[in-house]
């Protein structure tokens, strides 16, 4: 198969597939990327994500230049260290460094915690990968860049040979059809091309659940922050009854070439806040939470009995 006449369809535009795309368009590989969503904004695209020195190489290897560098300046700082506390307050451990926990172990800072790095074959972080702290919103808007997207196409299945001998053709919803080489499935958990593909595979019920978000960084907010927990992540603990709940934050803060590289493919340059997630058991899908934004300063979140 010719890398000039070969063509890659791929079923989602998340990050995952967005990367892929990238990765193949690189080496001269034509490839068409398919979302049902009807445009890049039609939902909320998620909050913050570590991404660890294994996923930063194979980005890199995968992006060109340019847009790797994109990603990098649009990265939000990212603080080495940890936080435990009690739900009372109480803090349990607090420690800068790798030792602090909750953050995989970043080359830029293992010659300051005592492990060595051949220096005469660049930085650590050159040679291991760097760790970074991303917004998803906003890199999923960089991946978008320069590649085929076509949006409000929502795939229901895929047929073999026919009517293209030797190909795989693509159907959507509104009755249109794509053929081409290969088909990638980056449609996340419910996705249409593994239940065709592998339908002995179904998602496992792990019994957690979470909510997550992210509330807006603040003068008035900070004040009433725990001070331990301003610079990286953070734990909170309450294990007070049989079902114990675990509040995870990080506050998210980019500096001010990255809040203007932003709006280049954003409608709103980026803005720090927090990012956190409250994970526990079922019991945190029947919690009654507020209808609308108007409604929530005067709300609490309600959970049923633990």
Same mark, same amino acid.
């Given at each position: 198969m010719s890398q000039t006449t070969a063509r890659v369809l791929i079923v989602g535009a998340g990050v995952g597939g967005l990367s892929l795309a990238h990765g193949l368009a690189k080496h001269g590989i034509k490839v068409t990327v398919f979302e049902k969503d009807i445009s890049s904004g039609f939902r909320a695209q998620g909050y913050r994500f570590r991404m /660890?020195? %294994?996923?930063?190489?194979?980005?890199k290897s995968m992006l060109p230049e340019d847009l790797f560098?994109?990603?990098?300046?649009?990265?939000?700082?990212t603080r080495i260290g940890g936080t435990r506390m009690k739900y009372d307050g109480t803090v349990l451990h607090h420690q800068e460094g790798i030792?602090?926990?909750f953050m995989p172990r970043n080359p830029s800072h293992m010659a300051e915690h005592g492990v060595?790095?051949?220096?005469?074959?660049?930085?650590?972080?050159?040679? *291991?990968?760097?760790? *970074?702290?991303?917004?998803?919103?906003?890199? !999923?808007?960089?991946?978008?860049? %320069?590649?085929?997207?076509q949006f409000g196409r929502q795939a229901i299945g895929y047929t073999l040979d026919s009517p293209c001998p030797g190909k795989v053709t693509l159907q959507f919803k509104d009755g249109s059809s794509? @053929?081409?080489?290969?088909?990638?499935?980056?449609?996340?958990? !419910?996705?249409?091309?593994?239940?065709?593909f592998m339908p002995q595979h179904l998602p496992v019920d792990t019994t957690?659940?979470?909510? *997550?978000?992210?509330?807006?960084? @603040? #003068?008035?907010?900070?004040?009433?922050?725990?001070?331990?927990?301003?610079?990286?992540?953070?734990?909170?603990?309450?294990?007070?009854?049989?079902?114990?709940?675990?509040?995870?934050?990080?506050?998210?803060?980019?500096? /001010?070439?990255a809040k203007a590289l932003s709006t280049k493919v954003l409608p709103q340059p980026s803005e720090d806040y927090i990012y956190w997630?409250?994970?526990?058991?079922?019991?945190?899908? /029947?919690?009654?939470?507020? %209808?609308? *934004?108007i409604?929530? #300063? %005067?709300?609490?979140?309600?959970?049923?009995?633990?």
């Open positions: /660890n020195p %294994n996923g930063s190489t194979a980005l560098a994109q990603f990098e300046q649009t990265a939000a700082t030792a602090g926990g060595k790095v051949d220096q005469k074959n660049g930085s650590a972080a050159e040679q *291991y990968g760097g760790v *970074y702290t991303v917004d998803r919103t906003l890199f !999923r808007a960089l991946l978008l860049q %320069n590649l085929d997207v794509e @053929t081409g080489d290969f088909l990638v499935g980056a449609d996340g958990l !419910r996705s249409v091309v593994r239940k065709q957690g659940r979470c909510i *997550y978000g992210k509330t807006p960084i @603040t #003068p008035q907010l900070m004040e009433k922050f725990p001070k331990e927990m301003h610079d990286w992540m953070s734990m909170t603990i309450d294990d007070t009854g049989a079902k114990p709940l675990s509040l995870l934050t990080e506050p998210l803060r980019f500096s /001010n070439t997630v409250l994970a526990g058991s079922p019991a945190l899908s /029947n919690c009654q939470t507020p %209808n609308s *934004y409604s929530l #300063p %005067n709300k609490r979140l309600s959970i049923p009995s633990r």
